[in-house]
């Protein structure tokens, strides 16, 4: 059975690499620091930025290997699972991890601005590749989050909200460098794809889930025009995973960002289209391991 690290916080992985911890809801890494380090198989219920100059070899992200070039950035988002199972070798890394809880973002225009970036999907099987100038700037801004941290502390006035600031500018950096990799590819099945995320998130936006239930592997594939047979074979032979169990995630996520929010089961389970509460609590411990009360109190 494989070893697997839960980085339900940000700060497991920091005290997993022995980076000092400056933030309940945040992790500022430097690798240059901590190195040498041993390789870790991680479950995500964070999201996370791996800027690094060289990545180790055979990293996985899901079921599939992922295409890590020098200088580059790795995103991970919560409900993904991604790494090197740890064989005792030990690292020397160059460069930083961020890592953030969705609380830090609840309620603010960056929550929702997050669905805006592709490359945090498991669709998206690329690192983000850095020209010299951009992994100086990025490196920079992180730099000088960190830098507001240590002078700071995480209970100074204000402090979210230049964190977030930050982290805004990170993240469109990424953006940036994203879509000008893509603007250099011609990937019919990656636009496919995308499309069946997006689709799950026009469902939700317009309420359908109040008349209509949960979003079916079906009423998906037919909204695209496939047989459902034909897009579960394409889903499966991209992810390596299945489209249910993908819209399986995709619910249960959105189900803890509700409750993060304030929402008690009961309404969360309403708010996802779920019949009954029960039915939201047994997919969201099959998905996560976890029942709704005990993922809340932790």
């Not at 060289?54 to 790494?83: C, W």
């Not at 309620?107 to 690192?127: C, H, K």
Request: with cysteine; proline share 5%; hydrophobic share 35%.
């Amino acid at each position: 059975m494989k070893k697997i690290l839960k980085v339900d916080t940000p700060n497991v992985y920091a005290r997993h690499v022995g980076a000092p911890e400056l933030h309940p809801l945040l992790s500022v890494i430097s690798y240059d620091e901590v190195s040498p380090i041993r390789n870790s198989l991680n479950s995500y219920g964070v999201y996370g930025l791996f800027i690094q100059r060289e990545f180790p070899k055979n990293l996985s992200y899901g079921t599939r290997s992922l295409q890590a070039s020098d200088a580059s950035i790795i995103a991970v988002a919560p409900g993904q699972q991604g790494g090197a199972e740890d064989n005792g070798e030990l690292l020397e890394l160059s460069g930083w991890a961020l890592l953030w809880s969705p609380e830090l973002m609840h309620g603010t225009d960056l929550e929702t601005r997050m669905r805006s970036y592709p490359f945090f999907s498991y669709f998206y099987t690329e690192s983000l590749s850095m020209e010299p100038a951009e992994w100086e700037t990025i490196s920079r801004l992180i730099a000088l989050l960190r830098q507001e941290l240590l002078a700071e502390g995480p209970r100074a006035p204000a402090l979210r909200g230049i964190l977030l600031g930050y982290l805004r500018l990170v993240l469109e950096y990424c953006h940036r460098i994203y879509q000008r990799q893509r603007s250099e590819e011609n990937n019919d099945t990656a636009d496919i794809l995308k499309r069946f995320h997006a689709l799950l998130e026009q469902y939700y936006y317009t309420g359908r889930q109040h008349q209509e239930g949960l979003p079916t592997v079906a009423y998906c594939a037919s909204e695209m025009a496939y047989s459902t047979h034909y897009f579960g074979d394409l889903f499966r032979k991209e992810t390596g995973g299945t489209a249910i169990h993908y819209i399986h995630t995709y619910i249960v996520n959105m189900g803890k960002s509700l409750m993060m929010q304030g929402h008690n089961i009961s309404e969360t389970s309403r708010l996802l289209g779920f019949e009954y509460p029960h039915h939201f609590t047994r997919l969201f411990k099959k998905i996560t391991g976890l029942t709704p009360s005990e993922f809340l109190g932790k």
